[in-house]
C-alpha cells in the first residue's frame, strides 16, 4: 500500500468518524435535550433541533479548523479576538430569526400559557434586538448557552490535542535538528580530518616525484632503459598529482598515463608477460574523468599477471565512434593459481570505487561488465563521452 492509498484511507476514516458523531449529537439533541429544556411542539423542537446543530457544525469546523490555526495557534490575538466577536455576532442573529420563525408555531403563541419560545423571544431577543449579545449580559449569556456551549467543549477537547500533537511535532523537529547538527559537526571533524590526511600524503609524493627528476639526471647518460622507465615513473606522478586535478580530461591524456603505466609493467615482468595496446579514434575531441580506467588495467595484473610465473597476457584496447568510447582488458588467468575463475560481478576495492565513480558521474551513460571464464578474464567499460569545450587560445 502507498502513502497516498494510507493517507486517503485515513482521510475517510476520519470524515466517517466526524460524520457519526454528528449524527449522534443530532439524535441525542432532537430526542432528549431539546424536548426537555424548551416543552413544546414536534415542530418547534424539530426546527430548533436542526438549526443549533447546523450552527453547532458550522462553529467546531469555522474556528476550530480555519480561525484557531491561523490566529490561535500563531498568536495573532487581534484577529482572534475580532474572529470570536464575529462568531458570536452571527449565532446570536442566528437564534433571533429562528426564534423570530418559530415563534407562531409555539404552543404558547398568543395564550396566556408562556413557553419557553415565548419567553425568551419576549424577555431576551424581541426587546435587546439585533445587538443584544453586546448590549444585554443575559442575552448574550443566553445566546451562549444555547449555541456555542456544545461547541465550546468539543473545541476545548480539540485544543489539548492539537497542543498536545503541535507539542510532540516540535520535540521531534528540535530532536531532529540536534541529530542533523550533530552529523554535521561529526561530518566536518571528518572533512578536517581527511584535509590533514590529504595534506600529508601528498609529502611523500612530492617528495618522490623530486627525488625521480633527480635521479632521471643522474642516469640518463649512464642507462637508456633505466631513464626511459624513471621518465614514465615521473610522468605517471605528474598526471596523479597535478593534471588529474580536474573534472574532465581528454581521452588522449587519460590514454596515454594508461600507456606509461604498461610501460612500467612491461619493463617489470619482462618476457613473460605478453602486453599489448591498441587504439583507434580521435582522442583529443572528446574528455573523460580523470583516472576512471587505472583500476581495470591494475586489475588484470594484480589478479592475472602477477598470479603466476608462467606465460601470461595482458590486452587493451581503446576504441572511440562518435561519442561512444570502448574501452576493453584482457587477461589470462592461470588454472593452478586460480582453480576457480572470477565471479563476474566481484572486484577489488579498485572496482568498487569505478562502479561508483560511474554511477555519481555518468549516469544512465556507461555499461561496466565482467567476464571470466577458466583461460581469460575480460572487463569491459562502455561511455557516452563529452566533446571537448574547444579554448580559444587552442
Partial sequence: MTIFDRHHRSTLKNIGLHLLAWLLLYFLDRNYFAPRLVHDNAEVVSRLSLITWLVDISVYYG?????????????????????????????YLINYYSFQWVQPYSDGYGLAKVSYV???????????????????????????????FIPTVILFFKGIKD??????????????????????????????????????????PHFLFNTLNSLYVRVVDLDDEAAEIVLKLSDLMR??????????????????????????????????????????????????????????????FKHGASKTRDKAF??????????????????????????????????GVGLVNTRKRLDLLYPAQHQLSLHASEQMYTAELILQLEHRMHSPFD
Fill in 63 to 91: 474556528l476550530g479548523h480555519f480561525v484557531f490555526p491561523r490566529y490561535l495557534y500563531t498568536r495573532r490575538i487581534p484577529y482572534l479576538i475580532g474572529a470570536i466577536l464575529l462568531v458570536f455576532q452571527v449565532t
Fill in 314 to 347: 595482458v590486452r587493451v584496447e581503446a576504441h572511440l565512434e562518435g561519442s561512444t568510447f570502448t574501452f576493453r582488458v584482457e587477461n589470462s588467468v592461470s588454472s593452478l593459481s586460480n582453480p576457480a575463475p572470477q565471479k563476474p560481478n566481484s572486484g
Fill in 239 to 300: 598526471y596523479n598529482l597535478y593534471e588529474s586535478n580536474v573534472e574532465r580530461i581528454t581521452v588522449a591524456k587519460e590514454l596515454e598515463f594508461i600507456q606509461n603505466y604498461l610501460l612500467l609493467e612491461r619493463a617489470r615482468h619482462g618476457q613473460r608477460v605478453e602486453i599489448s595496446y591498441t587504439e583507434t579514434g580521435d582522442f583529443q575531441q572528446h574528455q573523460i574523468a580523470p583516472l576512471l580506467l587505472i583500476s581495470l588495467v591494475e586489475n588484470a
Fill in 163 to 204: 497542543i498536545t500533537q503541535y507539542r510532540n511535532r516540535a520535540l521531534r523537529l528540535e530532536r531532529d535538528k540536534y541529530e542533523s547538527d550533530r552529523k554535521q559537526l561529526l561530518l566536518e571533524k571528518n572533512n578536517l580530518a581527511l584535509e590533514l590526511d590529504f595534506l600529508r600524503s601528498q609529502i611523500n
Fill in 118 to 148: 415565548e419567553k425568551i423571544w419576549h424577555q431576551f431577543l424581541k426587546p435587546h434586538g439585533l445587538l443584544g449579545c453586546f448590549t444585554h449580559l443575559p442575552t448574550a449569556l443566553w445566546s451562549y448557552s444555547w449555541s456555542l
